[in-house]
C-alpha cells in the first residue's frame, strides 16, 4: 500500500485569519513584470515549499545548464488552513505566522520567483477543526469561502489557489460530513472569481471525489491535478488531459534518485504533462533535481546560492 510520507505543519493559532489580515493596513497588489520565459519544453515542474521550514526563494535558485530557463514552473506556499470559527459557525482562510510573512514580505519572497515566469500559488490544507471544502452546507456559504480565496490572490498578487482536503475532520465542532454539492459549488464560485488564475488539485480526501453535482461536473475548472503520494506513480482520477496531470509525485531527498528518474522518465514516455515535487529545501539538491531534468528536459539542474 502506497504511504503518504508527506510532513505536515501545525498551524501556529497565533497567526491571524485572512480576515484580520486583509483588514490590517494594505498591502501591494501589483505584479512585477514577469521576465520573457526561456524555449524550455517538456512538462510543467511544480515545486511545494513547506515555509514553516524553508524559503520559497529556493525555487528560483535551479536554472537548466542547456540553456538557463528556471527549473521549476509553478511554486506551491505549502499552507494556509481552512479553519472554523465556532462563533459565527463559518469557514475562515487562516495564515499560521510563517504563511502570514511569506505573504506580507510578497515583494521580496514571492515577485523574485514571478520575476523569473515562475508561477505562485497558495495551497489550502485543512486543520483538525471539522471545516473543508467537502461540506459546505449551501451555495451561499461555499461562495463566501470562494470569495476569501480570490480576495487573496488579489490582495498578495498570486497566481492561484491548490486545494489539499486533509486534516479537516469532518464532523469536529458540529460540522457536517461530505456532502455532493459543497465542492462543486466552491470550485465553480472560486473559477468565475479568477477566470484567468490558477486552481489545482491535490488529488486526496472526500472533495477529490466529489467532483459532479446536479448535471455540473468541475473537472475542466482545474488547470492541473497531482498524485498525493510521494515516490509512487498514479494517475488522477480527474477528467483532464494528460497535459494537466502529474501521475508521478517525488519528495526531493527522500525520494531515491533511481526512482525519481524511472518516473520522470515514464512521465514522458507515457505523454504527461505535469512533474510534481515536495519540500524543496535551502540545500544544494542539483544532484536531486538533475535526475527529473535529464529526463524531462534533456538538461541537468544548475544551483544558484
Known amino acids: 500500500m502506497l504511504t503518504l510520507v508527506r510532513s505536515r505543519m501545525q498551524a501556529a493559532m497565533v497567526a491571524l485569519s485572512t480576515v484580520a489580515a486583509l483588514a490590517l493596513g494594505s498591502t501591494v ?131 492561484g489557489i491548490d486545494f489539499d482536503d486533509e486534516y479537516a475532520e469532518y464532523g469536529n465542532n458540529g460540522t457536517g460530513q461530505p456532502n455532493a454539492s459543497s465542492f462543486v459549488q466552491l470550485v465553480t464560485a472560486l473559477r468565475a472569481n479568477m477566470p484567468d488564475k490558477i486552481i489545482s488539485l491535490y488529488n486526496i480526501g472526500p472533495a477529490a471525489s466529489r467532483l459532479s453535482y446536479g448535471g455540473v461536473d468541475i473537472s475542466s475548472k482545474f488547470d492541473y491535478a497531482w498524485n498525493p503520494y510521494y515516490g509512487s506513480w498514479q494517475v488522477p482520477g480527474i477528467g483532464l488531459p494528460k497535459s494537466k496531470l502529474s501521475p508521478a509525485a517525488v519528495e526531493i531527498g527522500r525520494t531515491s534518485q533511481s526512482t525519481v528518474t524511472t518516473l520522470a522518465r515514464r512521465t514522458v514516455s507515457e505523454g504527461y504533462g505535469v512533474f510534481l515535487t515536495y519540500n524543496l529545501n535551502g540545500a544544494d539538491r542539483s544532484a536531486d533535481i538533475s535526475a527529473f531534468t535529464r529526463e524531462l528536459y534533456g538538461s541537468t539542474a544548475v544551483y544558484s546560492p
Open 29 to 159: 497588489t501589483t505584479h512585477a513584470t514577469a521576465a520573457p520565459r526561456l524555449a524550455k519544453a517538456g512538462p510543467t515542474s511544480v515545486a511545494y515549499v513547506e515555509v514553516n521550514n524553508n524559503s520559497m526563494l529556493n525555487v528560483g535558485k535551479y536554472t537548466l545548464a542547456g540553456g538557463g530557463d528556471p527549473v521549476f514552473d509553478v511554486a506551491v506556499i505549502f499552507a494556509a488552513n481552512i479553519n472554523y470559527d465556532t462563533g459565527t459557525k463559518t469557514a475562515q482562510l487562516y495564515f499560521n505566522e510563517n504563511v502570514q510573512r511569506v505573504l506580507d514580505n510578497a515583494a521580496t519572497q514571492i515577485r523574485p520567483l514571478q520575476q523569473k515566469g515562475i508561477k505562485v500559488v497558495l495551497s489550502v490544507l485543512g486543520n483538525h477543526q471539522g471545516a473543508g471544502f467537502a461540506n459546505f452546507p449551501s451555495q451561499q456559504t461555499a461562495s463566501a469561502f470562494a470569495k476569501q480565496l480570490s480576495d487573496t490572490v488579489t490582495r498578495y498578487g498570486l497566481d
